[in-house]
Structure formats: C-alpha cells, structure tokens
T-cell receptor, first 113, second 115 residues
Framework: DAGITQSPRHKVTETGTPVTLRCHQT?????MYWYRQDPGHGLRLIHY???????DKGEVSDGYSVSRSKTEDFLLTLESATSSQTSVYFC????????????FGNGTRLTVT | KNQVEQSPQSLIILEGKNCTLQ??????????LRWYKQDTGRGPVSLTI?????NTKSNGRYTATLDADTKQSSLHITASQLSDSASYIC??????????????FGKGTKLSVKP
C-alpha cells in the first residue's frame, strides 16, 4: 500500500459551485498526478506535480486548477463545476524510478447536477 | 497519433477457464508497456511491465507477451478465478519525457468470471 488517500470518496454538487478534491500521501514522493476516468475513455491526465509548487498541465486541464503547497498534499479544484466534469477522479503517485508503476488512490466519484 | 487499443471491450468466461486480452498500440518511440488490473470501485494496480527487449513476463496466473515489431501485447489469464473479475488496462509509456505525465492508457477490457 503506497499510502494514498483521496477525499471525499463521493460528492454531489451543483453546476457553478467550486469543488476541491484532496489527495494525500503518507510518504514524500515527488511526482503526483490527477486523472479522470469516464466510460468510453482511457484514464486521462488533468494535471501533475513534480514538487512543491511545481505543477504542469495534462491532456484535459481546462476547467481545473491544482495546488501543491506541501509534499504530501495535491489538491484539484474545479472553480465552477459543470456537468461535463461528472467523472471519477484518481490521484496517483510515483514511488520509485521513472519506470516504476503508478500507485493509484481509490478515486473520488463526483456528480455535478 | 499515439494510441492504445484494447480488445475485446468486455468478456465473460466461466471460472477455471483461460482467456487472452489484446492490446495494440501505435506509440512511437516506445519505452515500456504495462498491464494494470482495476477492481470495481478501486484504483488500477500494476500487474506487469515489459520493455522493448522483453517478449514475455509472468506474474502468477497472469502472463503478458509483447511483440514490438507488430506493436501488439496480450495478457493471458490461466485457470481464472472469480477474483479475476475486473477491468484490465494496457498502458504504454513513450520514450520521451522525464515524468509519467505522457502515459497513454487504453480503454480497458472488462472481464467477468462466472461460477
């Protein structure tokens, strides 16, 4: 167990409201990632971080922002949630060399009504 | 365009039977290919990794093969168990970039093992 906790596990929110999802790791791994998983698509990268205050955009970053003020926490924010952001969100970390497997959290199921 | 295609989309087999899942990719240049297992309601977990020079890798009842010339991989599951019911995701890493932010994920094959 790589010690990744995502919170909340489930959330229902209304269109236009801000939402923040949290990913917490119990170790001090440098790389952290946010993905979304939707039917008919593979996992798609939203943003990733390679250190405190160091982040970069992924394939589907529009409408999302991230912050990493501490090594152990990586926050994903939807500034104004839309129905197209209804999805399951996964956080992942790299625990070793660059070719080591990603370790995923158990996801946050977000529904935007 | 870099793509990873998996087949079949879904598969139902009886407990104890074998099955093979397919992954075709067009990623170039290629670094490695990994198979993940994703149980319902959980995050994916790595099963195997294969680099360019490897053509077979086993992990218990799971055996992955890779043909880098034809850009095809397969995951063979032997003597299936009910706990094998899950989605199996093929993931390819291109040979560039210093992070894993460029991984290309297949859509997965959903396997159901029935008693």
């Amino acid at each position: 167990d790589a010690g990744i906790t995502q919170s909340p596990r489930h959330k229902v929110t209304e269109t236009g409201t801000p939402v923040t999802l949290r990913c917490h790791q119990t170790e001090n791994h440098r790389y952290m990632y946010w993905y979304r998983q939707d039917p008919g698509h593979g996992l798609r990268l939203i943003h990733y971080s390679y250190g405190v205050k160091d982040t970069d955009k992924g394939e589907v970053s529009d409408g999302y922002s991230v912050s990493r003020s501490k090594t152990e926490d990586f926050l994903l924010t939807l500034e104004s949630a839309t129905s197209s952001q209804t999805s399951v969100y996964f956080c992942a970390i790299n625990t070793g060399p660059i070719n080591s497997p990603l370790h995923f959290g158990n996801g946050t199921r977000l529904t935007v009504t | 365009k870099n793509q990873v295609e998996q087949s079949p989309q879904s598969l139902i087999i009886l407990e104890g039977k074998n099955c093979t899942l397919q992954c075709n990719y067009t990623v170039s240049p290629f670094s490695n290919l990994r198979w993940y297992k994703q149980d319902t309601g959980r995050g994916p977990v790595s099963l195997t990794i294969m680099t360019f020079s490897e053509n077979t890798k086993s992990n218990g009842r799971y055996t992955a093969t890779l043909d880098a010339d034809t850009k095809q991989s397969s995951l063979h599951i032997t003597a299936s168990q009910l706990s094998d019911s899950a989605s199996y995701i093929c993931v390819v890493r291109p040979n560039y970039g210093g992070s894993q932010g460029n991984l290309i994920f297949g859509k997965g094959t959903k396997l159901s093992v029935k008693p």
